[in-house]
């Protein structure tokens, strides 16, 4: 449904709704497992969708509620796997989302431990070629403005900023800022400004080993000795 009159000029609400899909408990007095993704709507107005069978807890029926659902415009994100009690042999037989929570903040506020690095890193490993969100998962005042996704787009408008995070324009944060990240000729270059005030280090994991100097280099300063070590480096 529409969420245009929550909508003003400095505020965008999206398009959206998320799917659970739970299995059948099998102590009826502990936890089950369940599947939760969010459909973000990539244009304005896209109905809301209906896919069947959506209570069947197997990898072959929520993958093809994912495919599916990118079939219908929307735009799949795969979240807090720490809280819905799945592990790697579950998320991995999962195709068809486009992103995942790296960040939960409601669920990692409540204990759940859903700051997921690892569960991404091994969908990467496995070929998926999918991006990280950060999120709140809002359900009061507790836990807001916790984790959050930076989207550089042109314009504050559903379609404008869906293309961005389409093509990974974006970000995860639960802090930090970054100004600027430019990748010249596969090599990142001097140019990865990250907010001190916010952190104490940065780590960068990359194909490149060039990468993890870049970015040492930048946060102590040394601009203009960029190219120079690089060179030596090599």
């Known amino acids: 449904h529409s969420q245009a009159h929550l909508t003003d000029n400095n505020f965008l609400a999206l398009d959206g709704y998320e799917i659970d899909v739970y299995q059948e408990k099998e102590n009826p007095n502990g936890y089950h497992k369940t599947c939760h993704f969010c459909l973000v709507a990539i244009n304005e107005n896209t109905p809301h969708a209906d896919f069947g069978d959506e209570d069947t807890y197997t990898p072959e029926n929520i993958s093809r509620i994912m495919n599916e659902a990118r079939e219908k ?48 890193d091994a ?19 507790h836990d807001t403005c916790g984790g959050w996704t ?25 802090g930090p800022d970054i100004h600027s990240l430019v990748i010249r000729d596969g090599k990142t270059s001097s140019e990865m400004i990250v907010k001190q005030s916010y952190i104490d280090r940065l780590d960068s994991i990359s194909m490149f080993d060039e990468a993890v100097i870049l970015a ?8 203009d000795k960029t190219e120079e070590l690089l060179e030596t480096y090599e």
């Open 123 to 141: 969908l990467l490993r496995k070929g998926e070629r999918i991006y990280c969100i950060a999120t709140d998962d809002n359900h009061g005042t």
């Open 73 to 120: 415009g929307f735009f799949v994100t795969y979240n807090h796997p720490s809280w819905s009690c799945e592990h790697y042999e579950h998320y991995s037989q999962y195709t068809g989302m486009c992103a995942m929570e790296i960040m939960n903040y409601g669920c990692a506020y409540e204990g759940f431990g859903d700051y997921n690095p690892k569960e991404y």
């Open 216 to 223: 040492y280099m930048k946060l102590n300063g040394n601009y």
């Open 150 to 174: 930076m989207i550089k787009a042109d314009k504050l408008d559903q379609k404008s900023l869906m293309e961005a995070v389409e093509r990974g324009d974006c970000y995860a944060s639960d």
